[in-house]
């Protein structure tokens, strides 16, 4: 059982891997022989052991939006535990028993119920008593098993979690929020608790059990170790736990001490239960705390130090946050110079002053924090301009703390999207730019428009210090930067961000004009409206863009940079002038949806990703199945054609 659950995680790795890179990246990295043979595969294992996992190529699991979520009381209060930070008092608590050690995850607690071998509920742990039911969004959780071989009642708890790679990669992308989250736990606790499972679904959530409440006929020899090992069996990512007992608690700790720098789940301690689970439960529990396990959390190494400077590092909503850059030392065995403040009132609270020696530590082993100021010189002043765009700055109250703001619209660190956008695949394609890299650039002035980008170079020495950055790194993105003076008009079109204006468009503009920048800059709406796939809200968006003078002399200096490949223009190849097309399901005859979308476009047709009444053709090699888009297009009376008949209307103009 425990090879064939393995092999079905791979499984579903794999499958998930090739399906992403073939429906959104345009690319194959199997044939469809291996990617079906793989399939089959696991659809055989899933039936064998009776588990099928949330992330399964073989079930989809519908977005659903709620206006709210539904509150449920608990059957059981779920009560805090007792904790130390004196591995004495592990000791006390162990006596002459044996005791289950695991983490102590630092997420959302989680109470799954399983009902005919079927996920039936999923309720947050909220207040102790009442929590919210999060059953739609446990179901896009990307480890949890919709089906499970037991048929029994099944309840457990476990811990919801969003790992730090993970943390760090999407906090960059969330729009929706003042400022960034500022720990991996707020996050997943705002990701699990998201009223639109879609959302929830591209969070990376995690599941792992740390506690059996029930399961109805299975016995488990009086064992919680036994518990674990019947979870796994049934398809559940358990926390990492050992048996353990007072003779070797220390090395133990020790054991989880040393993996904690290099783990990449958010853990803020240890929990220990006790293996015999009559005796534990026979033990009952005080007002607050269960009398069978007990909590342990590291006491935190701290430093002192001396503070030699406040950064305001802007973002992209406006807030400036404040960094404490200070002598560097070590803690928890790195390096560290830096910690950030959060906010004005986290900063006056500590009155922090230039020279004043502070104590620093790293929360939960792993985030650097200020943890007093000794001196409290309070001399730091806050600045009256944006460090970026020396736009003039504002302080806001904001969730009861103060917070520093830039109050220029036009600051460039509130536009990074725009530049993520411009670096994208589908525009400049500028590898080594990421959104987290392009918010550092832009904070220290290095960026302030799309040229900048092609003179890094002058802040080399800058960026080889920056954290992250090394000689190699640097010249890898100084070889992308020069790879992509290379390119096409529609891209750089594209890349600029203009509102409704994607590729597709880009490309249809680009041709009508012939190509020329000269052009482009000067079209009236009226022009762009003429054309067909282009309407009045594309026209409007466009014209308003070049009707600033600044963004055509923005456009003008890029262009400097740029070595624009010439595109043949043959208007007798333009016979698909104003027919649109849909793409969905496998192709047999075009490498990727990509390849097939050039060659539409160059015979100067549009390609969509939504069936509407403009479509034309929708292309489908199943061409009878009930997809959603098949059955849109029926509606609508739109031909459904395979790649064949589109390959003899190639033929046949």
């Not at 039936?120 to 480890?143: D, H, L, M």
């Not at 550092?440 to 920056?466: P, Q, R, W």
Request: with cysteine; glycine share 6%; proline share 2%.
């Amino acid at each position: 059982m425990e090879t064939k659950r393995q092999r079905m995680h791979t499984l579903v790795e794999t499958l998930n891997k090739a399906a992403k890179a073939y429906y959104q990246d345009a690319s194959e990295i199997m044939s469809n022989y291996e990617y079906d043979a793989l399939y089959e595969e696991l659809e055989k294992l899933e039936k064998e052991t009776g588990i099928t996992l949330s992330n399964s190529p073989t079930v989809r699991v519908g977005y659903e939006v709620l206006s709210e979520l539904p509150k449920e009381r608990h059957e059981k209060p779920m009560l805090s535990l007792d904790k130390t930070k004196e591995i004495s008092r592990l000791k006390e608590f162990l006596g002459a028993k044996k005791a289950v050690i695991s983490w102590k995850l630092d997420g959302l607690t989680i109470v799954l119920t399983y009902r005919d071998g079927s996920l039936y509920k999923a309720v947050t742990r909220g207040n102790g008593e009442i929590g919210e039911v999060i059953t739609n969004n446990a179901k896009v959780f990307c480890n949890i098993p919709l089906q499970i071989a037991h048929k029994g009642e099944l309840i457990l708890r476990g811990e919801a979690v969003i790992g730090y790679r993970d943390f760090e990669k999407i906090n960059e992308e969330i729009e929706d929020v003042d400022a960034k989250y500022k720990n991996p736990r707020n996050l997943c606790s705002g990701s699990v608790r998201q009223l639109n499972n879609e959302i929830t679904a591209k969070r990376n959530v995690r599941f792992y059990a740390f506690s059996l409440v029930k399961a109805d006929g299975v016995d488990f020899a009086n064992s919680r170790m036994e518990q674990f090992s019947w979870l796994e069996r049934q398809g559940f990512e358990v926390v990492e736990h050992y048996l353990t007992d007072a003779s070797d608690i220390e090395e133990k700790v020790a054991f989880f001490e040393k993996k904690i720098e290099k783990n990449d789940i958010p853990s803020d301690g240890l929990v220990l239960v006790y293996e015999d689970i009559a005796y534990g439960e026979s033990l009952g529990t005080t007002a607050k705390f269960p009398r069978d396990s007990f909590a342990f959390k590291w006491a935190d190494e701290i430093r002192q130090t001396v503070l030699k400077e406040i950064e305001w590092s802007p973002s992209r909503t406006g807030l400036i946050n404040p960094v404490a850059i200070f002598e560097p030392v070590e803690l928890e065995g790195t390096t560290v110079s830096r910690a950030s403040v959060h906010n004005l009132s986290i900063m006056e609270e500590l009155e922090l002053g230039i020279g004043d020696t502070i104590e620093v530590y790293k929360a939960n082993m792993i985030i650097p924090q200020i943890a007093d100021n000794l001196t409290r010189s309070g001399m730091v002043s806050v600045p009256d301009v944006c460090p970026v765009c020396q736009g003039q700055t504002e302080v806001r109250r904001v969730a009861n703390a103060k917070a520093l703001y830039c109050t220029n619209p036009q600051c460039q660190a509130k536009h990074v999207k725009s530049f993520t956008l411009f670096v994208s695949r589908d525009a400049l394609g500028i590898d080594g730019l990421s959104e987290a890299t392009l918010e550092k650039f832009i904070s220290k002035g290095f960026i302030k428009e799309f040229a900048d980008i092609f003179h890094l170079e002058l802040h080399e020495d800058e960026i080889k210090s920056m954290e992250g950055f090394g000689e190699k790194s640097y010249q890898n993105l100084i070889d992308s930067i020069e790879k992509a003076r290379v390119t096409t008009l529609p891209k750089v079109l594209y890349g600029l961000g203009i509102s409704n204006i994607g590729l597709a468009n880009a490309k249809i503009i680009c041709r009508e004009f012939e190509y020329d920048a000269e052009k482009l800059v000067r079209v009236t709406r009226e022009e762009l409206d003429a054309i067909a796939g282009i309407g009045d809200v594309i026209a409007k968006s466009y014209t308003d863009y070049f009707g600033d003078k600044e963004h055509v002399e923005q456009f003008e200096r890029l262009l400097n940079e740029l070595r624009i490949q010439k595109e043949d223009i043959s208007e007798e190849e333009q016979t698909w002038k104003g027919i649109n097309f849909v793409v969905t399901g496998s192709l047999e005859h075009f490498a990727n949806r990509n390849e097939l979308k050039e060659l539409i476009e160059k015979k100067g047709g549009k390609v969509t990703g939504t069936v509407t009444k403009k479509t034309n053709y929708l292309i489908n090699n199943d061409t009878e199945s009930s997809s959603s888009k098949n059955k849109k297009a029926r509606e609508l009376e739109i031909p459904i054609i395979s790649e064949e008949t589109f390959l003899e209307m190639l033929k046949g103009e």
